[in-house]
């Protein structure tokens, strides 16, 4: 079983529309997570971190659940240039050791 | 704007051949992470350095691969002999090792072909 585990998607949605994105993880020593996107053929770069009262960032909101070890994403009135992938991380130990997840897929159409 | 260099950007070459990615960090950044991506695995942590000290390489096949930090301005990623499996997209990242701040730099990758 992986350490973190997405749904690849994809996920086709209209322009506005909110979508959520889910993500488990199985070593429950993990300290700390993130969300990274990924562009087509571009490197990952950091979306937000996820804390666990929960934090927004303009449309994005991000929730962690420690018990169910479970992290989501939820993006708000989603725009074409949200398209891309988006990567669950998970920080298990120091000196930022990630550990990502594959990645949700995102494709939003006019 | 401080960014991760890595080259070479795109590598084909034959089975059997060795092969080495180099990577220049961000000054000043004392983690160095290598990664490699595919599109059935995603990203795979191979090797992270700190300090220059490799911390972890679990995630590398050793009879092949080997990582080193012959300096704090290179990091190489060396495979001998390469293989088609090897094919895959290999970044380098490095992060200012302030624990669990979560954010790594990603150089733009070497795109690896083995035929």
Not at chain 1, 46 to 65: C, H, I, K, P
Not at chain 2, 28 to 42: P, S
Not at chain 2, 44 to 61: I, K, T
Request: charge should be neutral; aromatic fraction near 10%.
């Amino acid at each position: 079983r992986k350490e973190v585990e997405q749904d690849p998607g994809p996920f086709n949605v209209p322009e506005g529309a909110t979508v959520a994105f889910n993500c488990t993880y199985s070593n429950s020593a993990s300290q700390s997570f993130f969300w990274y996107r990924q562009d087509c053929r571009k490197e990952p770069k950091l979306l937000m971190s996820v804390y666990s009262s929960g934090n927004e960032d303009g449309r994005f909101t991000a929730q962690l659940n420690r018990a169910s070890q479970y992290i989501s994403l939820l993006i708000r009135d989603s725009k074409l240039s949200d398209s891309a992938t988006y990567l669950c991380v998970v920080s298990t130990g120091g000196y930022n050791k990630l550990i990502f997840g594959a990645g949700t897929r995102l494709a939003v159409h006019p | 704007d401080a960014r991760v260099t890595q080259t070479p950007r795109d590598k084909v070459t034959e089975m059997g051949q060795e092969v080495t990615m180099r990577c220049q960090p961000i000054l000043g950044h004392n983690t160095v992470f290598w990664y490699r991506q595919t599109m059935m695995q995603g990203l795979e942590l191979l090797a992270y350095f700190r300090n220059r000290a490799p911390l972890d390489d679990s995630g590398m096949p050793k009879d092949r691969f080997s990582a080193e930090m012959p300096d704090a301005t290179l990091a190489t990623l060396k495979i001998q002999p390469s293989e088609p499996r090897d094919s895959a997209v290999y970044f380098c990242a490095s992060g200012p090792g302030t624990a669990n701040t979560g954010e790594l730099f990603f150089g733009e990758g070497s795109r690896l072909t083995v035929l």
